[in-house]
């Protein structure tokens, strides 16, 4: 029995020595990335102070009718472009029309006294001229003492009495004329006041603002309608008080607007020299240039320059962006790291880093597309 618990150990032992050696395998290390890098740089950036306002149009009108009057058609609705001239509301005009019936019928009424007129001048002229003629006759025979005092006096008083009413004639005819013509612009005052009722657009542009429907009143000085006019658009920029003194009237300065996606050149036309009180803050007019797409309403962000300042700038491309995060890659020991940034205003090419990387740090520019966090690098020269 001892010499079979002796014979078991040593024959394992034979057979462990008899099994070939294990290799030991390592996995191979990925090859290097080759990439170019450029170093962050200190320079000196302009300040920019970035004003966000509203475009609106630069001419917009309230209108309203001139007249009382119950509103009969509407021709537009919010959103329509309209051209200058359009009619966009009509009142009713029933009464309109009853007075210009009545002036006119005044007017005719006149207008047919004045032939009745006339032949009465025409007749008291007539005898008018037969007793100047019987008076100069009497005259000739008064001087040469064939007439008595009394026949002499009857012929003065009957070219008086013709005198008197041809003089009267006249002024009623001078009264008809007067009459006429009052009558006449009281014509043209109804069938101006009856063009009130057709209300039309001042200029071309679109309606912003509809508060009228058929069958309301309309009140003189009610706003019915809103209009601006198109293709002159301004943008209103609230800007803090401290920053006023740096901004002048006439100043060209860039104007960023999301909804069109450029940034476009705009002209300070006018700075409110009022301050608001709760937010310390002016508004600033720019006039914007003409722009198809541009529209009232849409979000715009005005650049003013406010000198320059000292920052850390890296080319654009290097920044890599995730929703709200900014990163870029750096070379730390030949070794890709990634490093969060903030960054503040751009160039078309640049970018300035607020926070996140330091001047003189290696920055990969451009980014390979299979580059990650602790990859191998190889620097090109």
Same mark, same amino acid.
């Given at each position: 029995?001892?010499?079979?618990?002796?014979?078991?150990?040593?024959?394992?032992?034979?057979?462990?020595?008899?099994?070939?050696?294990?290799?030991?395998?390592?996995?191979?290390?990925?090859?290097?990335?080759?990439?170019?890098?450029?170093?962050?740089?200190?320079?000196?950036?302009?300040?920019?102070?970035?004003?966000?306002?509203?475009?609106?149009?630069?001419?917009?009108?309230?209108?309203?009718?001139?007249?009382?009057?119950?509103?009969?058609?509407?021709?537009?609705?919010?959103? &329509?472009?309209?051209?200058?001239?359009?009619?966009?509301?009509?009142?009713?005009?029933? &009464?309109?029309?009853?007075?210009?019936?009545?002036?006119?019928?005044?007017? +005719?009424?006149?207008? @047919?006294?004045?032939?009745?007129?006339?032949?009465?001048?025409?007749?008291?002229?007539?005898?008018?001229? #037969?007793?100047?003629?019987?008076?100069?006759?009497?005259?000739?025979?008064?001087?040469?003492? @064939? %007439?008595?005092?009394?026949?002499?006096? +009857?012929?003065?008083?009957?070219?008086?009495?013709?005198?008197?009413?041809?003089?009267?004639?006249?002024?009623?005819?001078?009264?008809?004329?007067?009459?006429?013509?009052?009558?006449?612009?009281?014509?043209?005052?109804?069938?101006?006041?009856?063009?009130?009722?057709?209300?039309?657009?001042?200029?071309?542009?679109?309606?912003?603002?509809?508060?009228?429907?058929?069958?309301?009143?309309?009140?003189?000085?009610?706003?019915? #309608?809103?209009? +601006?006019?198109?293709?002159?658009?301004?943008?209103?920029? @609230?800007?803090?008080?401290?920053?006023?003194?740096?901004?002048?009237?006439?100043?060209?300065?860039?104007?960023?607007? &999301?909804? %069109?996606?450029?940034?476009?050149?705009?002209?300070?036309?006018?700075?409110?020299?009022?301050?608001?009180?709760?937010?310390?803050?002016?508004?600033?007019?720019?006039?914007?240039?003409?722009?198809?797409? #541009?529209?009232?309403?849409?979000?715009?962000?005005?650049?003013?320059?406010?000198?320059?300042? @000292?920052?850390?700038?890296?080319?654009?491309?290097?920044?890599?962006?995730?929703?709200?995060?900014?990163?870029?890659?750096?070379?730390?020991?030949?070794?890709?790291?990634?490093?969060?940034?903030?960054?503040?205003?751009?160039?078309?090419?640049?970018?300035?880093?607020?926070?996140?990387?330091?001047?003189?740090?290696?920055?990969?520019?451009?980014?390979?597309?299979?580059?990650?966090?602790?990859?191998?690098?190889?620097?090109?020269?």
């Amino acid at each position: 029995m001892k010499w079979i618990l002796y014979f078991v150990p040593v024959a394992l032992f034979i057979s462990g020595c008899r099994q070939a050696p294990r290799e030991n395998k390592q996995a191979a290390p990925a090859p290097a990335i080759v990439a170019k890098v450029v170093a962050a740089s200190e320079r000196q950036w302009p300040s920019i102070y970035e004003a966000s306002g509203t475009v609106r149009a630069r001419t917009t009108a309230d209108i309203a009718a001139k007249i009382m009057g119950y509103v009969s058609e509407v021709n537009v609705q919010t959103g &329509d472009h309209v051209q200058a001239g359009q009619r966009l509301v009509t009142l009713d005009t029933r &009464d309109l029309d009853v007075n210009t019936r009545r002036a006119e019928a005044a007017l +005719e009424e006149v207008r @047919s006294a004045i032939p009745e007129a006339d032949s009465a001048i025409a007749g008291v002229k007539s005898n008018l001229d #037969l007793a100047q003629s019987t008076f100069n006759r009497m005259q000739d025979l008064f001087n040469k003492r @064939s %007439i008595s005092n009394q026949e002499f006096d +009857e012929a003065a008083a009957k070219l008086k009495s013709a005198q008197s009413a041809y003089s009267m004639a006249k002024a009623r005819r001078a009264q008809l004329d007067a009459q006429a013509a009052r009558v006449q612009q009281d014509v043209k005052a109804t069938q101006v006041t009856r063009a009130y009722a057709a209300i039309t657009a001042p200029f071309s542009g679109q309606i912003t603002a509809k508060s009228v429907e058929p069958g309301i009143l309309a009140v003189p000085g009610t706003p019915l #309608l809103t209009i +601006e006019r198109d293709g002159s658009y301004r943008l209103e920029a @609230s800007v803090e008080e401290s920053r006023l003194p740096a901004i002048r009237v006439g100043q060209t300065v860039p104007v960023t607007l &999301d909804g %069109i996606g450029r940034t476009i050149d705009a002209r300070v036309s006018e700075i409110v020299p009022g301050v608001d009180a709760a937010s310390r803050s002016a508004t600033v007019k720019l006039d914007l240039p003409a722009v198809a797409s #541009l529209r009232p309403g849409m979000f715009g962000r005005a650049l003013f320059p406010q000198g320059s300042r @000292s920052t850390v700038v890296i080319p654009a491309s290097a920044v890599i962006e995730r929703g709200q995060l900014q990163s870029v890659f750096v070379i730390e020991n030949r070794i890709a790291r990634t490093r969060l940034i903030t960054i503040g205003q751009r160039t078309q090419d640049q970018v300035e880093v607020l926070s996140g990387i330091s001047a003189g740090d290696s920055i990969i520019v451009p980014v390979p597309r299979d580059l990650s966090d602790g990859a191998s690098v190889e620097v090109l020269p």
